[in-house]
């Protein structure tokens, strides 16, 4: 209650707020994330997941879905070495991955602070090893370095139409 305030635990109780999205028997809700250095994420305002450098698997109970969504990365990087953040949310079974949206061009993530607020976030080279997640590209902000927040907005009718897409790859 203390990380998720009375307010939120009230609007995730709100029938009139969620989409009545009903993910069949066997599926799950599932983002995959990686950041080079470090990143938070949230859905709806509400912390979902972090990441330092490690590939994480973070399964999103459905009542955390409303009809209109945002999720939102919070990034920084600590080593001004490199810096990158891939994602990507999928709706999972036995037989893989159906994409609702990753971290690739065209897919509407942009920049969520600072001066370059609203600009698409753009994929940039990551000359280290990268993680497999699916149809996911490595972004950051306009800056090579330090913090960014990034956003992309998507309807429950995205996860909807993903459920009923074929699976694009087995997770080992």
Same mark, same amino acid.
């Given at each position: 209650?203390?990380?998720?305030? #009375? ?33 938070? &994420?949230?859905?709806?305002? #509400? %912390? ?22 945002? &999720? ?24 893989? &991955? ?22 698409? #976030? ?11 997640? %699916? ?6 902000? %306009? ?11 998507? #309807? ?17």
């Amino acid at each position: 209650v203390r990380i998720y305030s #009375a307010e939120r635990l009230t609007r995730l109780a709100d029938p009139s707020i969620t989409p009545g999205v009903i993910l069949p028997q066997g599926m799950r809700l599932v983002l995959l994330i990686w950041a080079d250095d470090e990143a938070r &994420l949230y859905l709806n305002g #509400a %912390p979902v997941g972090e990441t330092r450098l490690t590939p994480t698997r973070i399964e999103i109970p459905e009542i955390y879905l409303e009809s209109e969504n945002l &999720l939102t990365a919070r990034c920084w990087d600590t080593d001004r070495v490199e810096s990158g953040f891939m994602a990507g949310l999928y709706v999972e079974d036995d037989a893989g &991955l159906r994409p609702v949206l990753t971290t690739a061009d065209g897919q509407g993530w942009e920049v969520a602070s600072g001066t370059q607020q609203g600009i698409a #976030a753009p994929e940039i080279f990551y000359s280290h090893t990268q993680p497999d997640i %699916p149809g996911a590209k490595v972004m950051w902000g %306009p800056q090579l370095f330090g913090n960014v927040d990034l956003q992309i907005r998507f #309807a429950a009718a995205d996860v909807s139409r993903a459920v009923r897409r074929p699976p694009e790859k087995a997770m080992l």
